[in-house]
């Protein structure tokens, strides 16, 4: 999914707390295996498929919605969906509902040879791309479609406090012009003098104390602060804020009417155009462009 929270959102720690998610479940099928049979199974290195087809991407998005929809996915997604509603958690329950998403996703591809890590994901995310080049535009299209129904399975069941049955039901599409509009405007949000000040201040200040904090505390801290910034800043501050302006309301529910709507679009490449420029922008602010990391990584190595 091509827009701004999901370019933040999909760190390091959550890839971790997706594969967390992965093994339990893993653990679980090793148990009830070792009931099924004596017999001993050569462990060998999975491997992934070397190219995908049509029915082997449907397969991956048909699995990740089954356990959405019906398995352990739906269980975590209400929990999150029952925790304190307010402006000030959407973040955390954003995190949250991406943990759960990768995580599922984790165990189809698993299942079939991929990696059980960010690394599986990507390489996976690479080879629908190769032949997303080579299928006509109807075969594309109904792909499309798929990948935005399941997002749109994720967060209405994360945010169905927020966002009611009718809400879904009434939820106006945007034609590409008008999401193309809606993200520009976004982009350009990002790219003003407060918002990047605001950026710079606060993830200026940031300092691990704790002599024991995990490696990379500093940068997720900072991710998580440049997603607030994002909410409360780019999409919900001002007045009017940009969700209102853009007529999907106020609010929490008007932020997820717009990713809803969104949604619709999100492999456009314009659209990914302007908000990846954009963020790419406030990352570097952040200190969270990859020159930043790698000489945070090489002062680290140093002793610096």
């Not at 929990?79 to 509902?97: A, H, N």
């Not at 935005?148 to 927020?162: C, I, M, P």
């Not at 940031?206 to 997603?227: F, I, M, R, Y």
């Not at 602010?285 to 140093?302: H, I, K, P």
Request: hydrophobic content about 35%; some cysteine.
């Amino acid at each position: 999914v091509s827009n701004s929270h999901l370019l933040l959102t999909k760190n390091q720690q959550q890839f971790q707390q997706s594969q967390q998610y992965h093994s339990k479940w893993h653990q679980q099928k090793q148990q009830v295996c070792s009931f099924s049979s004596k017999a001993t199974i050569t462990q060998e290195q999975p491997q992934p498929p070397t190219s995908l087809t049509m029915e082997m991407i449907f397969g991956v998005t048909s699995g990740t919605e089954l356990m959405i929809r019906h398995g352990l996915g739906k269980q975590h997604l209400q929990k999150i969906s029952s925790m304190d509603c307010s402006v000030d958690t959407i973040v955390p329950r954003w995190q949250k509902m991406m943990e759960v998403y990768l995580g599922s996703q984790l165990h189809i591809l698993a299942g079939l040879g991929y990696p059980a890590d960010d690394s599986g994901i990507n390489i996976y995310n690479q080879q629908v791309q190769q032949l997303l080049g080579t299928i006509d535009p109807s075969k594309q299209e109904e792909l499309r479609v798929a990948g935005r129904d399941l997002w749109r399975l994720v967060l209405s069941t994360t945010f169905s406090s927020v966002v009611s049955d009718d809400d879904l039901e009434s939820q106006v599409e945007v034609s590409i012009v008008d999401a193309r509009n809606i993200m520009h405007k976004v982009s350009q949000r990002m790219m003003s003098t407060e918002v990047l000040e605001r950026v710079a201040k606060i993830c200026g200040g940031v300092v691990v104390l704790d002599p024991n904090a995990p490696t990379g505390s500093e940068h997720l801290q900072k991710h998580t602060l440049v997603q607030e910034i994002m909410i409360k800043d780019v999409y919900l501050g001002g007045e009017p804020s940009l969700v209102n302006e853009c007529g999907f309301g106020d609010g929490e529910k008007g932020y997820i009417r717009m990713q809803l709507a969104i949604a619709e679009h999100q492999n456009d490449p314009l659209v990914a155009q302007y908000v990846g420029g954009a963020m790419m922008k406030i990352l570097e602010v952040a200190g969270l462009d990859q020159q930043s990391l790698q000489q945070a990584a090489a002062n680290s190595a140093a002793g610096k």
